[in-house]
């Protein structure tokens, strides 16, 4: 199985200022999911990006994805307090292999 | 609102003592998953069930680690005799697959947070 590595680990901006974080992965994979987790809290689903997607949006979050280099990013618009968290990319291999998940990148945004 | 479910929320056990944390996957769904989290491992999948019966469980420690799906609303994650090196956060997450789907949308429980002394 493969994991998804997020860059950076940590990430520290002003409210309103956009954030941008990385995901690598190794093998070809089916999609790539990006999740976020609140302290305490379980993960929540924020955006799927598929093998033949180049990029996606969904609200302030905006995904891209280049299998060429294996990776991805996640775009975070207008920053807000509220988008504090850690996020953490997760890839699905050809073989359908459930997902991978990385170590995370920890995000702060400070108000 | 649908939501997967996890009981214990905190468990705090001495070593050698039998843990069982149990969880209520979102009615409907069909694969249910338990993952560990720590900081030094980040999110591990533990074992996954489809249908209720187990797919794939060699992410878990198969010597004191037991997975099992009584039946459809109901998952239970077993450790017995529990180690402090099992300290941990566990999730069970639930999604809803088809034949031919790929793996989408996981629905994560709130977690049991173990700590074993």
């Known amino acids: 199985s493969q994991q998804g590595e997020e860059d950076p680990q940590a990430l520290s901006i002003q409210e309103g200022e956009n954030a941008t974080m990385n995901c690598s992965y190794k093998t070809s994979i089916n999609n790539l999911q990006w999740y976020r987790q609140n302290s305490g809290r379980g993960l929540v689903h924020l955006i799927l990006i598929r093998s033949n997607e180049r990029e996606k949006h969904s609200g302030r979050l905006r995904v891209t994805l280049d299998t060429s280099k294996k990776s991805s990013s996640l775009l975070i618009t207008a920053s807000r307090a509220a988008d504090t968290a850690s996020y953490f990319c997760?890839?699905?291999?050809?073989?359908?292999?459930?997902?991978?998940f990385g170590k995370g990148t920890r995000l702060s945004v400070i108000a | 609102d649908a939501r997967v479910t996890q009981t214990p929320r905190d468990k705090v056990t001495e070593m050698g003592q039998e843990v069982t944390m149990r969880c209520q996957p979102i009615?409907?769904?069909?694969?249910v998953f338990w993952y560990r989290q720590t900081m030094m491992q980040g999110l591990e999948l533990l074992a996954y069930f489809r249908n209720r019966a187990p797919l794939d469980d060699s992410g878990m420690p198969k010597d004191r680690f037991s997975a099992e799906m009584p039946d459809a609303t109901l998952a239970t994650l077993k450790i017995q005799p529990s180690e402090p090196r099992d300290s941990a956060v566990y999730f069970c997450a639930s999604a809803l697959l088809g034949f031919t789907s790929s793996y989408n949308e996981q629905f994560f429980g709130p977690g049991t947070r173990l700590t074993v002394l």
């Open positions: 009615l409907g769904h069909n694969t």
């Open positions: 997760a890839t699905v291999d050809r073989g359908n292999t459930p997902l991978v």
